[in-house]
């Protein structure tokens, strides 16, 4: 039997969070969106948090971390559950008990809409197989995403040579390139910060796409390090020209924010900081690198289109292919419905917003 109950967030780290920590790092599905302070995170944004989780003998076995949050205009409740849940899909009766206290949370939090997009990779599990998972469940899988499916993975298994020369060829003389020009890279601290948001600003406003306040920056570098997060900052005479911060989940490590200005980009230090962060992840016993987001599109089709589009994601992908690691993707986002009209009211709501 199951042992099961809610764990709301509060404001200081907790064993029961530390445990949950533990969990989420040792599970195969894990994700840093799992994590306590993903959610610490997203409460000083305009989001509340619920957690579920079941025990089995006394050992945490499944669980998921809820967001909640009011939209349009504060007429939709919606939830939304990153990389989760957590749990053996081929365990019916675990999967049933961990729907059921989900739909209690929904219930209480007055939600009508369930967005969770799980952390499985694709070449993992049958189409059939999910889908048949998906209809036993009542998930509906024809529904927009939030985090990019598309990815690139590097395996930092091999020796650092290794990893090198299983990169493209241009890559791996930029990353040597810019230490030939001078460039170095430090990690950085939380005095760094400014620097990095700078970085970011002049990058949004290059590329053309939305960045968060700076305080967020600011909050996802304090609630994640020391031990799950560092700031990389790349340099040449002083000059702060790129920086990255990567984080760490478990054996996964991932790059979510990246950012680099105007000048000196001859000097590639954009490939030398990513270099280095993988480095550090590799260093701390990660066994993968996640390069966050590409195009949602077969391999065929971005390497055909790599040259010539620059739209959304496809203006990152050229960089990102050349570190050499394999193109994946998760089995992608899945609704579960509470309420049909409201449903389809935040469709419309997503739809005007995408426009």
Same mark, same amino acid.
């Given at each position: 039997?199951?042992?099961?109950?809610? %764990?709301?967030?509060?404001?200081?780290?907790?064993?029961?969070?530390?445990? $949950?920590?533990?969990?989420?790092?040792?599970?195969?599905?894990?994700?840093?969106?799992?994590?306590?302070? $993903?959610?610490?995170?997203?409460?000083?944004?305009? +989001?509340?948090?619920?957690?579920?989780?079941?025990?089995?003998?006394? /050992?945490?076995?499944?669980?998921?971390?809820?967001?909640?949050?009011?939209?349009?205009?504060?007429?939709?409740?919606?939830?939304?559950?990153?990389?989760?849940?957590?749990?053996? $899909?081929?365990?019916?009766?675990?999967?049933?008990?961990?729907?059921?206290?989900?739909?209690?949370?929904?219930?209480?939090?007055?939600?009508?809409?369930?967005?969770?997009?799980?952390?499985?990779?694709?070449?993992?599990?049958?189409? /059939?197989? +999910?889908?048949?998972?998906?209809?036993?469940?009542?998930?509906?899988?024809?529904?927009?995403?939030?985090?990019?499916?598309?990815?690139?993975?590097?395996?930092?298994?091999?020796?650092?040579?290794?990893?090198?020369?299983?990169?493209?060829?241009?890559?791996?003389?930029?990353?040597?390139?810019?230490?030939?020009?001078?460039?170095?890279?430090? %990690?950085?601290?939380?005095?760094?910060?400014?620097?990095?948001?700078?970085?970011?600003?002049?990058?949004? %406003?290059?590329?053309?796409?939305?960045?968060?306040?700076?305080?967020?920056?600011?909050?996802? #570098?304090?609630?994640?390090?020391?031990?799950?997060?560092?700031?990389?900052?790349?340099?040449?005479?002083?000059?702060?020209?790129?920086?990255?911060?990567?984080?760490?989940?478990?054996?996964?490590?991932?790059?979510?924010?990246?950012?680099?200005?105007?000048?000196?980009?001859?000097?590639?230090?954009?490939?030398?900081?990513?270099?280095?962060?993988?480095? +550090?992840?590799?260093?701390?016993?990660?066994?993968?690198?996640?390069?966050?987001?590409?195009?949602?599109?077969?391999?065929?089709?971005?390497?055909?289109?790599?040259?010539? /589009?620059?739209?959304?994601? +496809?203006?990152? #992908?050229?960089?990102?292919?050349?570190?050499?690691?394999?193109?994946?993707?998760?089995?992608?986002?899945?609704?579960?419905?509470?309420?049909?009209?409201?449903?389809?009211?935040?469709?419309?709501?997503?739809? /005007?917003?995408? %426009?």
């Amino acid at each position: 039997m199951f042992d099961n109950w809610f %764990e709301l967030g509060e404001q200081d780290y907790t064993e029961e969070d530390a445990e $949950w920590d533990a969990f989420v790092a040792a599970h195969p599905n894990g994700s840093i969106l799992q994590m306590d302070a $993903w959610a610490r995170l997203k409460n000083r944004f305009g +989001w509340s948090s619920q957690r579920v989780w079941l025990r089995q003998d006394g /050992r945490l076995v499944a669980g998921a971390q809820l967001l909640f949050r009011s939209v349009a205009l504060g007429i939709l409740k919606v939830a939304y559950m990153p990389h989760g849940p957590l749990v053996d $899909w081929q365990d019916e009766e675990q999967v049933t008990i961990l729907f059921n206290q989900i739909d209690q949370a929904m219930y209480q939090r007055g939600a009508s809409i369930l967005k969770m997009e799980p952390f499985i990779w694709q070449d993992e599990v049958e189409g /059939r197989v +999910w889908s048949d998972i998906c209809q036993r469940y009542g998930l509906m899988t024809d529904t927009d995403t939030i985090q990019p499916p598309r990815t690139v993975v590097v395996d930092l298994r091999p020796s650092t040579d290794d990893i090198l020369m299983a990169m493209k060829q241009k890559t791996r003389y930029n990353i040597r390139l810019a230490e030939r020009k001078d460039v170095t890279v430090r %990690e950085g601290t939380a005095q760094d910060l400014p620097i990095f948001n700078r970085l970011i600003r002049i990058t949004a %406003e290059r590329d053309a796409f939305g960045v968060h306040q700076p305080d967020y920056y600011r909050a996802a #570098y304090e609630l994640f390090a020391p031990d799950r997060a560092a700031l990389f900052l790349a340099e040449y005479e002083g000059q702060p020209l790129a920086g990255v911060m990567v984080f760490a989940c478990g054996p996964k490590a991932a790059y979510l924010y990246g950012a680099s200005s105007n000048e000196e980009r001859q000097r590639m230090p954009s490939y030398a900081v990513q270099w280095a962060a993988m480095q +550090w992840a590799k260093e701390r016993g990660c066994t993968s690198y996640d390069m966050w987001g590409i195009p949602d599109a077969p391999e065929s089709e971005l390497e055909d289109n790599f040259l010539d /589009r620059h739209d959304g994601l +496809w203006s990152v #992908y050229r960089f990102k292919r050349g570190f050499g690691g394999d193109i994946r993707r998760t089995v992608g986002p899945a609704d579960r419905i509470y309420n049909k009209l409201v449903h389809r009211l935040y469709r419309w709501y997503r739809k /005007r917003g995408a %426009e």
